[in-house]
């Protein structure tokens, strides 16, 4: 069984006024498309001062990541 998956481009940075915020910046079809999109934004003001603010998370189509019934 083949598994489609997508790729979310978060950056998260934390400050001492806002304390950690998160941005979602995209969600790609590849790996490599979402980290040519990493890339372009490396030098970019907001960006670049937190380098290592940026994360890729993979989410699997169809599939449930949650076992079990969480009633909120």
């Known amino acids: 069984m083949i598994q489609n998956k997508v790729y979310t481009l978060i950056h998260a940075k934390e400050t001492k006024q806002n304390g950690l915020t998160e941005f979602g910046i995209g969600t790609f079809s590849s790996l490599e498309r979402a ?10 003001s907001g ?20 076992q079990e019934i969480i009633y909120l």
């Not at 980290?35 to 970019?44: A, H, S």
């Open 35 to 44: 980290l040519e999109e990493k890339k372009k934004r490396e030098n970019v």
């Open 47 to 66: 960006f670049k001062d937190y380098p290592k603010g940026f994360r890729i998370e993979v989410f699997v189509i169809d599939k449930d990541f949650c």
